[in-house]
């Protein structure tokens, strides 16, 4: 079946503008996770979705970056006022509940 | 310092070699730890799972969880160009891997 898809696949932005990173999960995965990984760095836990309960936000690095998942599924990464060091490869996963996660392919952003 | 510490080499070893990769870790806690391979260019993909100490083998590969000494281990044996990637070592305190906790990974180089 399908994997995990995010889209763009890469980014260019000015410093200050807003992004959106999208995310679709495995259909039928009910957790959704987002990481980080800077150059030369190993991947950063951001947020975790599991199924209706609040999400895990612990790993947000500041206000600016905020997540949604829409009806259980498709998930959005909002970075606002983007600055240089938020350049870095976005990346979602998924797992059905306490299993295995799947990556994505990750979206490259870079901030101008 | 750093919760999980990888050195993120390059290595490089000629084909047929036993690459040997590894991860020291300070959190005690720290009960199930795992191995990612990633292409360039793509997401992560779980190689190897293991709950608590001991070893684990599948094919060609084989890790080791030493909790004493908080060291974790994944050999390659009869290496391939194809397993030229970079490799991560990941680990977490909540049952199915939730917030995983990521070294640098390594960059692997099999030299034909």
């Known amino acids: 079946g399908a994997g995990v898809s995010q889209s763009p696949s890469n980014k260019v932005t000015e410093k200050g503008k807003d992004v959106e990173l999208r995310c679709d999960p495995i259909?039928?995965?009910?957790?959704l996770y987002w990481y980080r990984q800077s150059l030369g760095q190993g991947l950063e836990f951001l947020i975790y979705f599991q199924g209706n309960s609040a999400p895990d936000k612990s790993g947000l690095p500041s206000d600016r970056f905020s997540a949604e998942r829409t009806g259980g599924s498709v998930s959005t990464l909002t970075i606002q006022r983007t600055q240089q060091e938020d350049s870095a490869v976005y990346l979602c996963?998924?797992?059905?509940?306490?299993?295995?996660?799947?990556f994505g392919p990750g979206t490259r952003l870079l901030v101008l | 310092q750093k919760e999980v510490e990888q050195d993120p080499g390059p290595l490089s070893v000629p084909e047929g070699a036993i690459v040997s990769l590894n991860c020291t870790y300070s959190n005690s806690a720290f009960q199930y730890f795992m191995w990612y391979r990633q292409y360039s260019r793509k997401g992560p993909e779980l190689l190897m799972y293991?709950?608590?100490?001991g070893n684990k083998e599948d094919g060609r590969f084989t890790a080791q969880v030493d909790k004493s000494s908080k060291y974790i281990s994944l050999f390659i044996r009869d290496s391939q160009p194809s397993d030229s990637a970079t490799y991560l070592c990941a680990m977490s305190d909540h049952e199915g891997a939730q917030k995983l906790v990521f070294g640098q990974g390594t960059r692997l180089t099999i030299n034909p």
């Open positions: 293991t709950y608590s100490s």
């Open positions: 259909s039928g995965h009910t957790a």
């Open positions: 996963a998924s797992s059905a509940g306490l299993e295995t996660q799947y």
